[in-house]
């Protein structure tokens, strides 16, 4: 444990790797630890990325960095702390709890049996299930280029592997927590997950990140998803941190023939949240759905990148993400799509939509399109503007009040979003926090027109 110099938090943290391998003891000898060298020789090289990189020209970290920060740092929290933050009415599931990025056995709770759902620490991974950790533990995502990747590795420790055999199917959601404890004092962490769903299998994982405490948190969080032949994922994010939160999330995901993944993500609150979602279609007939939705407030800053990169032939893919913009708020999407050479018969569709409520709030978006096949079918757009006045008007003419008919256009806007979630409880928990962003009950109001 230390505490980050906010003058020169690089520094700091090369000088904690140092005692972070020297409280390793027999651990340092164990192949993950090679990758945490590399990890963090690379981290030193890279240094911390600023707006003159172009993948983060619109998103300056420097007011998150500038911070102090204690890193490492365990809490002995308990399930009364952290009830306020569990979903509701989805008594059924497995619970993955990290408090401070490491993963907390006392308080997760794993109801599938064993022969359907293995649940073990990284370090116990390598011990017991080396061929399925080792060719993919920080081999998918890209760390001699991130940074932020690189520094997550460096620090590995107590993350969480997650394994679904071949052929089973995991009736139970996945409900993975990321506490940060900033109770006492500016809180860091780095969560990481490597998850193997093995061929024909399925599973359902949803990720929540809350802060207790008032003081500000850094979540640096690093996730690799490995979808085998014919497995099918379904993965939701959920973010609606307090307004001193900081979030840098990196999904990666590798698809291999015939498999499907959808990634639906909700951002609601928090300072500086940055979400980079990048899925290799490595198969033929693969299948990947990427929605997302930012409904933004006062001077949140949401940052969504997302690459669906198409290798094999046949394959499909659909993008959209949504944005609403009000008070101070700033949003920025940047979607890529590459089509390989080898990629014939590629379907691709991207868009980004966005609403801005206010003549402060802002966004930043570029969809790209690269395409190396000549066989293929591939859209991609974006489009910002205001509520719509005629649908205002007409609203207004049914005796709608103004605050409400707005109400109604941010929601069916935003809605299409949230009607992809599968998971019914999840669907409902986030219908009602948007309900409760916009101030009006419209179930009455939707009544009207049925």
């Not at 993500?265 to 198969?283: E, F, H, M, P």
């Not at 409904?295 to 993400?321: C, F, Q, R, W």
């Not at 219908?431 to 009207?448: C, F, H, K, T």
Request: charged share 20%; hydrophobic share 35%.
């Amino acid at each position: 444990m230390s505490t980050i110099d906010k003058l020169n938090l690089k520094s700091t943290l090369l000088e904690q790797f140092k005692t972070f391998e020297n409280e390793l003891n027999g651990e340092g000898k164990k192949p993950i630890h090679k990758i945490r060298q590399q990890a963090i020789q690379t981290f030193d090289g890279l240094g911390f990325p600023t707006t003159k990189h172009e993948e983060w020209k619109y998103t300056n970290l420097g007011k998150v960095l500038k911070q102090a920060y204690t890193f490492g740092k365990r809490s002995e929290l308990q399930m009364a702390d952290i009830q306020q933050f569990l979903l509701p009415n989805i008594p059924n599931a497995n619970t993955i709890v990290f408090v401070n990025g490491a993963y907390e056995p006392t308080l997760s709770n794993i109801v599938s049996s064993e022969e359907v759902l293995i649940v073990k620490t990284l370090e116990e991974a390598y011990d017991t299930h080396e061929s399925l950790v080792a060719p993919y533990f920080g081999q998918l995502t890209k760390t001699s280029e991130e940074a932020m990747i690189a520094l997550n590795t460096a620090f590995t420790k107590n993350g969480i592997f997650i394994h679904v055999p071949a052929n089973k199917v995991v009736e139970e959601p996945v409900l993975m927590y990321f506490i940060t404890d900033t109770r006492t004092a500016n809180q860091g962490a780095q969560p990481r997950s490597l998850i193997v769903v093995e061929q024909g299998a399925k599973a359902t994982f949803v990720d929540k990140t809350d802060t207790l405490g008032e003081n500000a948190s850094f979540n640096n969080v690093v996730t690799e998803i490995v979808v085998e032949p014919n497995a099918r994922v379904e993965h939701y994010k959920v973010q609606n941190d307090h307004a001193q939160a900081s979030y840098i999330g990196t999904t990666q995901v590798k698809q291999a023939q015939d498999s499907y993944y959808a990634n639906t993500t909700i951002s609601l609150n928090g300072s500086i949240v940055r979400n980079n979602l990048n899925v290799a279609l490595d198969g033929s007939n693969v299948e990947t759905h990427m929605f997302g939705l930012y409904m933004l407030t006062g001077n949140t800053h949401v940052d969504n990148h997302s690459i669906a990169d198409h290798l094999k032939p046949h394959s499909m893919s659909n993008e959209l993400y949504k944005g609403i913009m009000d008070e101070s708020s700033t949003g920025v999407f940047n979607g890529k799509i590459f089509v390989r050479q080898d990629a014939q018969k590629t379907n691709a569709y991207q868009q980004n939509r966005n609403i801005l409520l206010s003549d402060n709030a802002s966004i930043n978006t570029k969809p790209q399109l690269e395409i190396w096949a000549d066989d293929v079918k591939c859209s991609h757009g974006a489009t910002t503007g205001n509520l719509d006045e005629e649908a205002l008007f007409y609203l207004r003419s049914r005796g709608i009040a103004e605050n409400e008919a707005h109400a109604l256009l941010i929601h069916a806007f935003g809605n299409e979003i949230i009607e992809k979630i599968t998971l019914e409880p999840l669907r409902a928990y986030l219908e009602q926090l948007v309900m409760q962003r916009l101030g009006v009950d419209l179930n009455p109001i939707s009544a009207d027109f049925e």
